[in-house]
């Protein structure tokens, strides 16, 4: 009888080959089970990467669609955060103002035209507000704030109204300065520092884009500002001191305030609209996106079973190589002879 023996070298080639061998399964096999998605994906598809590329495609395209939907939801949420609280300084104040103009207290006048200054100053504040890098109210340009301070609309008003005594007159300057187009000297061309273009409509998903067409030189904001701007020229003795005159000024600041908070209701119920939009593009997306990485997982997943089975069963035997490979490196002569 013959016996074919195994060199040692060869003994040992062997053992490091199977050694690689199961370290290579093995590591395969934890990736499959961390991810449940084969790592052999020619075999899965049967060489055929037609859908699977499909399939990535469009989920590519779907996680565009959320990040670009997440924006502009950011977006429409500061500007609809922001005309609240413009909209809360005006119901705390329209009415104040009316009703002080009707004491014939010049206390009272001097105090609710105080009061209106510093609201003015606030409604700038939350007009300019940034988000993410972004001025919500700016149009195009969101890198630019879109409306100048306080300070320098009073000073280009005051050089409006300078010199005039009768309050008709100061109403009626005050009203075209911030009515006037752009070119013509007015809040346009001094108060509104952003762009004349509102933003392109973007796409939201397949079927769904929306626009956010709010900015600062709207005439609904224009007509809020009047109230404020009137109250502050009152406030900084930038017209006459006549209770009577005063009086009148703060009224039709009082009824500028009230009038344009309707205003401001109708600009907010159109931006709740697409609000309603974006949140249906967005629930749509992550419907689509969850349905596509199912697909993907039923043409490329494994079987999370019978991969941790096979993945004991490789490190059962790795374990099993490492004791045997253990025990040949003990094995002396003399062991052997006895």
């Known amino acids: 009888m013959k016996y074919i023996s195994v060199g040692d070298m060869s003994q040992t080639y062997l053992m490091r080959r199977h050694n690689v061998q199961l370290k290579t399964t093995m590591s395969r096999l934890s990736e499959e089970v961390v991810t449940g998605i084969s790592q052999d994906l020619g075999t899965k598809v049967g060489g055929d990467f037609t859908a699977l590329a499909a399939i ?33 300084h005006a119901q705390a104040i329209g009415a104040t103002l009316i009703s002080a103009s009707f004491a014939s207290s010049y206390n009272m006048i001097e105090s609710g035209a105080q009061n209106a200054e510093q609201r003015f100053e606030a409604v700038v504040d939350a007009l300019n507000v940034n988000v993410a890098g972004r001025y919500a109210f700016s149009g195009t340009t969101t ?30 300057a005050v009203d075209d300065w911030f009515d006037a187009a752009a070119g013509g000297g007015g809040f346009l061309d001094q108060g509104y520092l952003g762009s004349a273009n509102s933003l392109s409509p973007v796409r939201l998903s397949e079927t769904d884009s929306a626009q956010l067409t709010i900015t600062a030189g709207d005439s609904s904001i224009r007509n809020m500002l009047k109230g404020f701007a009137l109250g502050t020229l009152v406030a900084r003795d930038l017209v006459p001191d006549n209770i009577e005159t005063r009086a009148l000024l703060i009224r039709t600041a009082g009824d500028r305030i009230t009038s344009a908070e309707g205003e401001m209701t109708t600009l907010r119920a159109g931006l709740g609209t697409v609000e309603a939009i974006i949140s249906d593009a967005q629930t749509r997306n992550s419907a689509q996106v969850t349905a596509l990485e199912i697909a993907r997982k039923e043409l490329i997943g494994v079987d999370e079973y019978e991969t941790a089975t096979a993945l004991e069963a490789t490190q059962s035997q790795l374990e099993t190589l490492y004791t045997l490979t253990s025990r040949l490196t003990q094995l002396s002569l003399t062991d052997y002879l006895r």
Do not use: C, F, W
């Not at 100048?148 to 005039?164: N, P, Y």
């Open 143 to 172: 890198d630019t704030k879109p409306v100048a301070s306080a300070d320098t609309i009073i000073s280009s008003l005051e050089a409006v109204v300078s010199g005039m005594t009768v309050a008709a007159d100061i109403i009626a």
């Open 56 to 88: 990535d495609r469009s989920m590519v395209r779907g996680e565009a669609y959320k990040q670009v939907a997440a924006e502009t939801d950011l977006l429409a949420g500061t500007q609809q955060d922001a005309l609240e609280t413009i909209q809360g």
